[in-house]
Structures are given as C-alpha cells and as structure tokens.
C-alpha cells in the first residue's frame, strides 16, 4: 500500500517519464545539431549540449526542491510571483538586451534570464489563485474583466519587446476560461478564426473580390435568419459589419504594424513571394531536412542536413527538423505521441483536482504546452509563419526549459497533495 507521506509514492510517474523522455531526446538532438562545429563529448560545457546539460540538472533540482514545499505556498504566493515576473518585463523594455531583433533578455553578469518565459507560468498562477478563490461565474463581467486584465498585461509587454510569438502563446488561456465556464467561449473562437481567414484572403484577393464574398454570404444569411425567425438578428449584422471593417483595415495591419520580416514571412507562407535564399531560407531548408529523413530516418548524428548546419537555429527553434531528419516519421511521431500523451495527461490530472486552483492551474499549462508545440512544429513546416518560439523541453535555452519544468513540477506536487484536500 502507497504510504500518503511518501512524494515518491504520489507524484504522477507516467507525466514524469514523458518529461525524461522528451529531455532527454532534446538533449540528445541538441547535441547532433552541435556537431557541425566538430567532435565533441555531450557533456563539453563549452557546446550548447553541455550548457544544456547544467539546465536539465538546474531544472530536476529546482522541480525536486517545488516537490518537498507546501503545495499550498503557491496559491498564496501567487500574485507575488505574478507581480515579479510583471516587473521583469518592465525591466526589459529598460536595460534588456536585442537578440535578433525582440528585446527579450536580461544580463546578470554573462548569465542570460528571458523573463517572457517565466511570465507564462506568472499568469498561471496567478489567473488560478483568481478563479480559485472566488466564486468562479464567469458571466460576471467584473470577473471577466479581471481575468483579461491577468492575461494582457502581461502579453502587451512582451508584444513590446517585439517578442511575437511568446506574445500569441498568451491567447492559450482562453481554454482555461473556456474550461471554467466563460459565455460565448465558442463563438469567441469562432469569430477569431473566421478573422484570420478574412485576414489571410484579403491578402491573397483584393478587397473588392472580399466584398464580393462576403456580401454573397451576408444577404444568405440575412435570408436565412428572416425566413427561420432567428433570434439575435442585430448581433449577426453587427458581426459582419465587423467582418467588412476588417477588410478595410488589412493593408494598414500589414503594413504598418507587422515589421519588414513578419511581413516577408507571411508572403513567403502565404506563396505570395518565393524568397528561399532570404526570409524563406529557415522555412525552404527545414523541410528539406524533415523530408529527407523518410520514415526510418538517416539515424543518429547522420543527418547531412543537420552536420553541415543547412538550417540556421536549429539547435533552438528549429530542433523538430534534426528529429525529422535523423529520426524520419517514426522519431517524429514518437516525439508527437508523447507530447500528446503528456496533454491528455495533465487535463485528466486536472479534472481529478479537488480544488479549483489546482484544476486552472493544470488547464493553463496544458494550453501553454499546446500551443508552443502547434506553433512550433506548424513552423517548421511550414504550416504557420517562422516565428521565435521553443518547442518544449527540446529546444536548447535554459529559461525556456526551466519555466517549463517548473511549470510542470508544481503541477505534479498540486496532483501529489489532492488526496490532502478534503
């Protein structure tokens, strides 16, 4: 029988071992990408699998030091933790140093802090004290407010920093209200995608041919409503009053708020410009890389896409491609099932929380986890614009993967303590 007091016998191994396991394929294709500067043993300190090493062993000792806490001193410390990180952001945009055009990183003396990661988990915690400790109706609108409020703050920072995609990963925690119960979550979801689709065919058509369009569905859908006697007539002609604003202002967003080379991305996404020795060089050499590993894969440190570094970043934002290359389908699917397996995990975990916090908390970093690997994997793909975000627990960067495994230990040490809450 497990003894109650014992935190071996209650963490959840099944989400630990896909951590290691993830970790561990990380570290292993951190190094083979490294080796395009020659031979070296995994542990060099002076390669990114070295340093990346001193990150594993910071984060198993950070995530063992979180295990032997009070799960309580979270909750209570966590709009402390969320105002730290809050500050830090604001530190940034004053003394933060440019790395490839985001202004996302603090020195302290040679050691490198990206605060945006830290951020994430910040308004985890915070946005779950929130809900946790009040009556959780989010039909309330003060509560609404409150719970934004939690989230762009945050976001707007890091948007300052020209950090875009840390900035989108935010938008995950629409789950977690949708989850506890937010009004019209769905057709919030909806309306965003219909947005970006509207965005998208502005810049593939011209606005005329949009109007067009969208006109043919208005009058449609004006039929349909009047002649069925549907309900919440004016929220409809305001939505697509909306959708033609929208059109309208596409050629301001896109040239005037997106930089030069979100712009070119997009273009090179969208097949608007073809651009392979420029801004689609990463994009054209990933899948070059990806495609080239087959279904077996050219096995490990083979990769010639991955030796002779063909692909800029990959070591960082572009791992997924060494995977692919050196693992083909099934080093690629092996990676997706445990990513998969460690989401439905953690959201099973959440639903047997019996307190609110725990529940919130669980859902956020699901959704955090989401929508890094989404994006992540989209962009190396090609799936979505290349855009600076990490694939979790792989990519090599010590912030990224200590705000990850901290995310994740105090979820583990919430699930270990349930049995504690009466």
Not at 20 to 33: E, K, P, T
Request: proline fraction near 2%; hydrophobic fraction near 55%.
């Amino acid at each position: 029988m497990t003894d109650r007091n014992s935190i071996i016998g209650k963490v959840d191994w099944p989400l630990l071992l896909m951590y290691f396991g993830l970790v561990l394929i990380g570290w292993l294709s951190i190094y083979s990408a490294g080796l395009s500067e020659g031979s070296h043993p995994i542990y060099d300190l002076s390669q990114f699998s070295g340093k990346q090493m001193l990150w594993i062993g910071g984060s198993l000792f950070f995530g063992f030091i979180i295990l032997l806490l009070d799960a309580k001193v979270f909750d209570a410390f966590a709009y402390w933790i969320y105002v730290i990180v809050v500050l830090m952001l604001f530190a940034v945009l004053v003394y933060g140093k440019a790395t490839k055009g985001a202004t996302s990183w603090i020195d302290f003396g040679g050691f490198k802090l990206q605060p945006s990661e830290f951020a994430k988990l910040g308004t985890a915690l915070a946005l779950a004290s929130f809900l946790g400790r009040h009556d959780m109706d989010l039909s309330k609108r003060k509560n609404r407010l409150w719970c934004y409020a939690i989230i762009l703050i945050p976001a707007a920072l890091v948007l300052l920093q020209n950090d875009t995609g840390s900035a989108l990963v935010f938008a995950s925690f629409i789950f977690v209200l949708y989850r506890e119960g937010l009004p019209g979550s769905g057709a919030v979801m909806l309306l965003a995608v219909a947005a970006i689709i509207i965005f998208v065919f502005t810049l593939l058509w011209s606005k005329t041919v949009m109007c067009i369009v969208l006109g043919s569905l208005f009058v449609l859908t004006l039929a349909y409503y009047l002649i069925n006697k549907k309900k919440h007539l004016w929220t409809m002609i305001a939505v697509f009053a909306l959708f033609f604003a929208l059109v309208f202002v596409v050629d301001y967003a896109f040239n005037d708020i997106l930089q030069e080379h979100q712009r070119t991305r997009i273009e090179v996404l969208l097949g608007m410009k073809d651009d392979p020795k420029g801004a689609g060089y990463n994009l054209h050499q990933s899948k070059i890389a990806i495609g080239s590993g087959g279904f077996w894969g050219k096995g490990f440190l083979q990769g010639t896409q991955t030796k002779y570094d063909f692909v800029p970043e990959q070591h960082t934002d572009f791992i997924f491609c060494t995977i692919g290359e050196e693992g083909g389908f099934k080093g690629s699917l092996i990676v997706l099932l445990l990513y998969i397996g460690m989401l439905v995990r953690i959201i099973r975990m959440a639903e047997r929380q019996k307190s609110a916090f725990s529940r919130v908390y669980g859902y956020s970093i699901a959704g955090i986890i989401f929508v890094h690997v989404a994006i992540n994997i989209g962009m190396t793909i090609g799936l979505v614009p290349v855009i600076g975000i990490p694939l979790p627990f792989l990519s090599y960067g010590g912030s990224s993967l200590l705000a990850f495994s901290v995310m994740l230990a105090i979820f583990i040490k919430q699930d270990a303590n349930r049995l504690n809450i009466l």
